[in-house]
Structure formats: structure tokens, C-alpha cells
């Protein structure tokens, strides 16, 4: 092996450590903003694939300055586009949905909030939320991300903060 092709060698396997740390750092993010559009495991794992070999060939040539924020936007752009011409397939998730889910949390009490966020929200509504409280963005990313103004990201933050609130109350009174 000439001196050429094993410094290609060596920034392949730099790439793709930092592919796989990509990966494990922004999975949930992703996975998380495909479900709460189309409401479907599968299809949601299908948009994440998607978009991590759209990352991968993207890599190659391009910098990308805020990875978190190119990831989610993509993924929502690819959900929205799944969701689309799907309209009709999509029937939403059963009950044990949420044990077949490892990209979003282990911890059950997650799974639990995110199930109500599916139940109680519309689509809008749950983007916002899952932006907002799974993956820690601040309202502005937000409302770039969903092409959305800042004021009515926000309004509608607080309508889905009373949503659940009033969901998760009424389930305790039962």
C-alpha cells in the first residue's frame, strides 16, 4: 500500500468514527421527530436510516455548522414527505409500541410521556414538544426548524403544556 492511499485510508475510519458518534449523539433526536409526524415505528425507522445515509454522502463534500439542527430538519422535511404519500397507510402505533422504541429513552418514564405526547397532541403540537423537551432546543431553533414564526411556536408550546397537563391530571383522577 502506497503512502497515498493509507492516508486515505486513515481519514476513511476518521469519518466514520465520526459518523458513529453522530449517530449515538443524535438518534433519538431524529427518530423522535419522524414519530411524532407520522405516529408509525417502522416508517419512523425508515426516516432515520434516511437521513443518516443522507448525512453520511453529505460528509463527504459538504461542512455542515449546526449537525443537530441539520439532522432534525431533514428528518422532519423526510417524515413530512414519507407522510405525504403514505397519508392513507399510516395507522398510528399499538400498545406495545413503546417497548420496541430504543432510540428514545430506556427509562420507562420517558416512554410513558411520550405516549401521552402521541395521545393527547396534535402534529404541530408534538414537533414543538419533542423539539423543545426531548431534544433541548430553544424555541427560536425551533421555529426555524418548523418554519413556523417565533410567537406562534410559542403560543402553541403553552397550548401543548396544557394539553398534557390536563391528560396527565385526568389520568390521575381515574
Known amino acids: 500500500m502506497n503512502q497515498t492511499s493509507l ?3 486513515d481519514e476513511a475510519n476518521e469519518n466514520m468514527e465520526e459518523f458513529k458518534q ?6 433519538k433526536h ?8 407520522l405516529r408509525d415505528f417502522e416508517l419512523s425507522e425508515d426516516v432515520l436510516q434516511e437521513v443518516y445515509i443522507k448525512l453520511f454522502q453529505h460528509m463527504k463534500h459538504n461542512e455542515i455548522l449546526n449537525v443537530k439542527t ?3 430538519r431533514v428528518s422532519r422535511n423526510k417524515a413530512l414527505d414519507l407522510y405525504r404519500k403514505k397519508k392513507r397507510e399510516i395507522t398510528g402505533f399499538d400498545n406495545n409500541y413503546f417497548e420496541r422504541v430504543p ?11 411520550l405516549s401521552k405526547y402521541l395521545e393527547l397532541l ?20 425551533i421555529a426555524k426548524i418548523i418554519e413556523t414564526p ?3 411556536v410559542l403560543w402553541k408550546y403553552s397550548i ?15
Do not use: C
Open 7 to 9: 492516508h486515505q485510508s
Open 22 to 27: 453522530l449517530f449515538d449523539e443524535h438518534k
Open 30 to 37: 431524529v427518530f423522535a421527530m419522524a414519530l411524532s409526524i
Open 70 to 72: 441539520w439532522l432534525i
Open 103 to 113: 432510540y428514545i429513552s430506556n427509562d420507562p418514564l420517558d416512554k410513558i410521556v
Open 122 to 141: 396534535d402534529s404541530a403540537e408534538r414537533q414543538i414538544i419533542i423539539l423543545k423537551d426531548i431534544s433541548g432546543m430553544k424555541h427560536r431553533e
Open 150 to 152: 417565533l410567537g406562534t
Open 160 to 174: 401543548a403544556l396544557k394539553k398534557l397537563r390536563k391528560g396527565l391530571e385526568s389520568k390521575e383522577e381515574n
